[in-house]
């Protein structure tokens, strides 16, 4: 007869698996400590996947867009395509115009509605996750961080300015935010509803895209400059003077989940510090509350002792899968709520946009 199998000759055991590695660390003070090493996550991966998919889409929403423009532009002579409601998500004082009308009317706008929705779902995700719409979808924010990169690659290095230039810079975005806040605050609905509603509002989409077709050599320097200094220093529109991200900034300080440090597991290795592209001093703190953090989990990656940094709430650490999954049920949920409630398409006539989008250069600010 055959001899009996143990089962433990089928199953290994999970330390077999995964052995428990132990290992020593030298401190800043000189004395030794031992550490049980963290195994690496699928976080990075992860989030890079949700950059190339977003940038993809945005790409896609571009194309779809400029081929509905040319068909008006061209008296209906060329393809047409149906007009991408998702373009919206570049008209972000639209939106906000938007919201405010919402909020104080009860009434869902007609016009631009689409970009509205992406707002609150990009607020929604800032408070739930940090400001993780800047890390893990804003195609700006995607190449941007690609330009460091490679320019880090290429030099082995990047730059910081000195403090006393960084802080400075870094309220910059919050003057340019507070600027169109106080526009949109100080604009009483109606006014809204009006502006929205002129010629100017109804191709607000396309003089976006006229911004970007007919670049004037102010702007195009301005490009380059912003493109070049990114590939010396990080994120510089970001850090600097994108209003958008300073606005989820401050949402993201709602927030509940945010990088928690265990001092007692931490090994001072400094690599967490080295590693945050916000230039956060993550090694020195118990948690980060600062709105320049992005939930990117570049620390959390980097970090080889176990349990010493986490992101999530403080009874709760939330896996890079978790925070994924999250950032895109919000997203998707939002979008499909739009869209079956039938708030994501702006209804505007034919005849009206064969009259207004050829003359779009001709509308001014109201």
């Given at each position: 007869?055959?001899?009996?199998?143990?089962?433990?000759?089928?199953?290994?055991?999970?330390?077999?698996?995964?052995?428990?590695?132990?290992?020593?660390?030298?401190?800043k003070?000189?004395?030794?400590?031992?550490?049980?090493?963290?195994?690496?996550?699928?976080?990075?991966?992860?989030?890079?996947?949700?950059?190339?998919?977003?940038?993809?889409?945005?790409?896609?929403?571009?194309?779809?867009?400029?081929?509905?423009?040319?068909?008006?532009?061209?008296g209906?002579?060329?393809?047409?395509?149906?007009?991408?409601?998702?373009?919206?998500?570049?008209?972000?004082?639209?939106?906000?115009?938007?919201?405010?009308?919402?909020?104080?009317?009860?009434?869902?706008?007609?016009?631009?509605?689409?970009?509205?929705?992406?707002?609150?779902?990009?607020l929604?995700?800032?408070?739930?996750?940090?400001?993780a719409?800047?890390?893990?979808?804003?195609?700006?924010?995607?190449?941007?961080?690609?330009?460091?990169?490679?320019?880090?690659?290429?030099?082995?290095?990047?730059?910081?300015?000195?403090?006393?230039?960084?802080?400075?810079?870094?309220?910059?975005?919050?003057?340019?935010?507070?600027?169109?806040?106080?526009?949109?605050?100080?604009?009483?609905?109606?006014?809204?509803r009006?502006?929205?509603?002129?010629?100017?509002?109804?191709?607000?989409?396309?003089?976006?895209?006229?911004?970007?077709?007919?670049?004037?050599?102010a702007?195009?320097?301005?490009?380059?400059?912003?493109?070049?200094?990114?590939?010396?220093?990080?994120?510089?529109?970001?850090?600097?003077?994108?209003?958008?991200?300073?606005?989820?900034?401050?949402?993201?300080?709602?927030?509940?989940?945010?990088?928690?440090?265990?001092?007692?597991?931490?090994?001072?290795?400094?690599k967490?510090?080295?590693?945050?592209?916000?230039?956060?001093?993550?090694?020195r703190?118990?948690?980060?509350?600062?709105?320049?953090?992005?939930?990117?989990?570049?620390?959390?990656?980097v970090?080889?002792?176990a349990?010493?940094?986490?992101?999530?709430?403080?009874?709760?650490?939330?896996?890079?899968?978790?925070?994924?999954?999250?950032i895109?049920?919000?997203?998707?949920?939002?979008?499909?709520?739009?869209?079956?409630?039938?708030?994501?398409?702006?209804?505007?006539?034919?005849?009206v946009?064969?009259?207004?989008?050829?003359?779009?250069?001709?509308?001014?600010?109201?």
């Open positions: 007869m055959p001899a009996t199998v143990r089962p433990a000759q089928f199953f290994r055991s999970a330390a077999e698996v995964r052995p428990v590695r132990i290992q020593t660390a030298r401190m003070d000189g004395t030794r400590k031992r550490f049980l090493r963290r195994w690496p996550d699928r976080a990075q991966p992860l989030r890079h996947t949700f950059q190339t998919a977003f940038l993809l889409l945005n790409l896609w929403v571009g194309a779809r867009f400029y081929m509905w423009v040319r068909y008006y532009e061209t209906g002579t060329s393809a047409f395509v149906e007009r991408p409601p998702g373009v919206e998500g570049w008209l972000p004082i639209a939106a906000l115009m938007n919201l405010k009308y919402w909020l104080m009317t009860g009434l869902v706008p007609d016009l631009h509605a689409a970009g509205m929705f992406l707002l609150i779902a990009f929604a995700i800032s408070i739930l996750f940090r400001k719409f800047c890390s893990w979808l804003c195609p700006i924010g995607t190449l941007s961080e690609w330009l460091w990169q490679g320019g880090r690659d290429a030099i082995g290095r990047t730059f910081a300015l000195p403090r006393g230039v960084d802080i400075p810079l870094r309220g910059l975005k919050y003057v340019l935010l507070g600027l169109f806040g106080y526009v949109v605050v100080t604009m009483p609905p109606v006014e809204i009006a502006f929205l509603d002129s010629p100017y509002g109804l191709v607000a989409d396309v003089k976006m895209l006229d911004f970007f077709r007919r670049i004037g050599q702007t195009a320097v301005t490009v380059v400059v912003l493109v070049v200094s990114s590939v010396f220093v990080k994120n510089v529109w970001c850090r600097y003077l994108c209003p958008y991200g300073a606005l989820l900034g401050l949402a993201s300080l709602l927030s509940p989940t945010r990088i928690r440090r265990d001092a007692a597991a931490c090994i001072d290795c400094d967490c510090t080295k590693a945050c592209p916000s230039l956060l001093p993550v090694a703190l118990a948690s980060v509350r600062s709105p320049e953090c992005t939930a990117c989990l570049e620390c959390v990656t970090c080889p002792s349990g010493a940094l986490r992101f999530g709430t403080p009874r709760q650490p939330l896996q890079p899968w978790m925070v994924a999954a999250g895109a049920v919000v997203f998707l949920g939002i979008v499909t709520y739009a869209r079956l409630a039938g708030h994501w398409h702006s209804e505007v006539p034919d005849d946009l064969f009259q207004l989008i050829p003359r779009a250069a001709e509308f001014g600010h109201p």
